[in-house]
């Protein structure tokens, strides 16, 4: 088989390799230039084809095809006949051609002066190949080989953590964090409901929201919510939707959509949970799958996809169970545990596709976080960073990257430990902003 360096296309067989630069010169084993410099990026005039996931795909003279091997390598049979300037183009439609690469079947034709008993295997990511037909003697020739760029992907730059329970009564305070994972002083809350033990998401891409919580002794549970806008300005009370309650998560779905989840409303055991729309707007409950708990943790990963896990389901204090969240927003039954069961730890975003899970308590507080794929795959423990600490919040911050913030070490306390756009947790940051716990975060842009 051939094997790629770079963006340039090897071609082994009966002892020799011929390569194509990239600039698209065809190169001998020598490296010298045998032909001009080939360059036809557009593909104009071609008749794209649907999206091929298949193993193995016959190709046609004058078609384009988006080849999509996230689950599968393809080999593709080229026409066994074919005339000067016919052409054909073939695009990395997932960007996943260097997990499973694409095989170029020449179909009894030469391909770039060598003959069929040659293997031709495009591997790197994010290729895009155009090739047209010449001659008997070079047969297919490849006039556009290179990897494109992949467009930026964005995440929000800022968070706001809010709300929470002080030394002595709950509050609405809230605290900025900046592009550079900075905290800023408290702002004066604005929201008539104080409350702790809320749960707070992203929403439209750029905005936030905090929703439920309780504040004793009355009026105890609440449904109402609080927006975050795209200048992390929180909003008054909107009148709540869904079941009151408490000790609940929440995280990112769809992109622009958001899922409140699971907590505590009469009884502790509820898996009910309340989307928001990409205006903010939050639906009624949603009959819970999955174990009923309270007190677990959620945050987004592979773009448009959450997961909630850990919490308490009262009969067994602390578990370790997940539930993934689709691009739909439907919640999937429990996938068994994987890492230290636990309750009241935080999660957050990282690295745009993936996710974290952090700190807690069985017992004894915790420290340990476990990482999350951006497929979903929880993974095990990574051994304590910063102090150990339960009832805190986290979000994403930077685009890439996260913080988490506050909670208890057996009192409330401000300090912050961030998340490097590798997942890696970073030592304790002296803290900005009122000691509290059973607060909530989220991001905003």
């Not at 298949?54 to 006949?81: E, H, Q, R």
């Amino acid at each position: 088989m051939s094997g790629i360096i770079g963006s340039k296309l090897n071609i082994r067989g009966s002892g020799r390799v011929a390569k194509l630069g990239t600039d698209g010169q065809v190169l001998t084993s020598s490296g010298a230039g045998v032909a001009a410099n080939y360059e036809d990026p557009a593909g104009g005039g071609l008749d794209w084809q649907a999206i091929e996931t298949g193993a193995t795909m016959t190709a046609v003279a004058g078609n384009g095809y988006w080849i999509d091997t996230t689950s599968n390598a393809c080999t593709i049979t080229l026409p066994s006949s074919a005339s000067n300037g016919d052409e054909i183009m073939f695009v990395d439609y997932d960007r996943t051609w260097d997990t499973n690469a694409i095989t170029l079947d020449s179909n009894g034709l030469n391909y770039q002066g060598a003959d069929d008993t040659n293997s031709v295997e495009y591997g790197t990511e994010g290729t895009a190949l155009h090739i047209v037909y010449s001659d008997a003697t070079n047969g297919w020739i490849p006039t556009l080989d290179k990897a494109v760029e992949d467009a930026p992907k964005s995440g929000n730059t800022e968070g706001i953590f809010g709300f929470g329970s002080t030394a002595s009564p709950d509050v609405s305070t809230t605290n900025l964090v900046s592009n550079v994972g900075v905290v800023a002083t408290d702002v004066t809350g604005v929201s008539v409901a104080v409350r702790r033990n809320l749960a707070a998401c992203e929403y439209g891409t750029d905005k936030g929201i905090f929703g439920f919580g309780r504040h004793e002794p009355t009026p105890g549970r609440y449904s109402i919510t609080n927006l975050v806008s795209n200048a992390g300005v929180v909003a008054t009370d909107t009148t709540g939707v869904g079941t009151a309650r408490f000790s609940l998560a929440a995280c990112g779905y769809g992109e622009d959509k958001g899922i409140f989840g699971f907590g505590y409303t009469t009884t502790p055991t509820n898996a009910m949970t309340n989307l928001v729309s990409n205006v903010g707007v939050v639906s009624t409950d949603v009959s819970g799958v999955g174990t009923g708990r309270y007190s677990p943790s959620a945050t987004e990963y592979g773009d448009d996809k959450g997961i909630f896990a850990y919490g308490d389901d009262a009969s067994a204090p602390y578990v370790s169970m997940s539930n993934l969240v689709s691009n739909v927003g439907v919640v999937a039954t429990d996938t068994t545990g994987v890492g230290t069961a636990r309750t009241n730890s935080a999660a957050c975003s990282y690295g745009y596709d993936k996710g974290i899970f952090g700190f807690g308590h069985n017992g004894p507080r915790l420290g340990v976080t476990n990482l999350v794929s951006n497929t979903g795959v929880v993974a095990t423990d990574t051994a304590a960073v910063g102090t150990a600490k339960d009832q805190l919040a986290a979000c994403e911050y930077g685009g890439d990257k996260g913080i988490f913030g506050f909670g208890s070490t057996g009192s409330a306390v401000d300090e912050t430990n961030l998340v490097a756009n590798t997942g890696v947790v970073g030592s304790d940051v002296t803290g900005v902003g009122t000691d509290r716990l059973a607060l909530a975060a989220c991001s905003f842009n």
